[in-house]
């Protein structure tokens, strides 16, 4: 995988566009602390009209969210689009997305979880790079220090972020930063959504996932030959996850099944879900160091 393309910086004189292209939004509190976030900053938020409206698990029917995200991306005004959540159906749009309707004009897609979807179909065929940060419903109860980390990342005010973890060994690798949520990255596997894994640095994180249900898709991840592909690997938090097997720790999965690479790991990085989820710029240029346990990146 090549580098892609970041959007420019953006500024709170500018338009944000919000869309729920995944679950039914019902977390109504949630979400306006986050777009209060926003707002508190000075942005415009528009939001659709249409956003309360379920079909079932999902926030609207297919065609209701493919429109919002095909309309967000092609206003000419609008500069990021923030989603309201994730949960399930970003990747039931995939399905008919027809990237020719889309502009190449870059801007930010910003989500995390089920939103993997979108920001991998943008890196692969758009060449544009989103944001794996936090969504509207969680983005209210983020620390200040990774709410200012995202916003200081899209207006331009740093450059290079470093997270810090612990390291596994293998010395330093350089290559272009794919975060993703690892069940949706795993089914992506075998479709045309797969970006070439070649020279990537992945970035996973999970929720309510059993060590047996993380050991599963790391398997298919060793017999596919795609973990052998990569440069490295980022673990953030995997939460909720040793509720049915608490004798059995989610570390050890990865000891298993990730730690005769040779490659560099770095793991509990705060990223993922329930804590501190700083924000991952999809296709930029990261170095993974698992000597002293960092993973950064640039523009």
Request: proline residues 6%; contains cysteine; negative net charge.
């Amino acid at each position: 995988m090549k580098s892609t393309q970041l959007p420019p910086n953006i500024n709170s004189s500018q338009k944000v566009r919000v869309i729920a292209p995944s679950g039914a939004l019902r977390e109504w509190e949630r979400f306006e602390q986050g777009v209060k976030v926003w707002r508190d900053r000075g942005y415009e938020l528009l939001i659709p009209e249409d956003l309360s409206q379920p079909w079932g698990y999902l926030a609207g029917t297919d065609e209701q969210r493919y429109q919002q995200l095909i309309e967000a991306w092609n206003d000419p005004e609008c500069v990021a689009i923030a989603c309201a959540r994730g949960g399930y159906g970003s990747m039931r749009l995939l399905e008919k997305l027809d990237w020719q309707q889309l502009s190449d004009r870059p801007k930010w897609l910003i989500g995390f979880s089920d939103i993997t979807a979108l920001l991998w179909g943008f890196a692969k065929y758009k060449n544009i790079g989103g944001l794996h940060a936090p969504v509207l419903t969680t983005l209210g109860n983020e620390p200040a220090r990774s709410q200012q980390q995202l916003f200081d990342w899209l207006e331009g005010k740093v450059d290079e972020i470093t997270l810090t973890g612990e390291g596994w060994g293998h010395g330093k690798a350089t290559g272009v930063l794919l975060p993703a949520n690892l069940t949706l990255a795993t089914n992506f596997i075998g479709t045309p959504i797969c970006p070439d894994l070649n020279n990537v640095i992945l970035a996973i994180e999970d929720v309510g996932e059993a060590p047996y249900r993380v050991d599963r898709m790391l398997t298919h991840w060793r017999w596919s030959g795609h973990l052998q592909k990569l440069k490295g690997i980022a673990i953030g938090r995997f939460s909720q996850s040793e509720v049915s097997t608490p004798s059995f720790k989610m570390e050890e999965v990865w000891r298993d099944r990730l730690s005769n690479l040779g490659i560099p790991i770095v793991i509990n990085l705060p990223f993922g879900h329930d804590g501190e989820n700083a924000p991952l710029a999809v296709g930029c240029n990261a170095e993974i160091d698992a000597v002293n346990g960092t993973l950064s990146y640039s523009r």
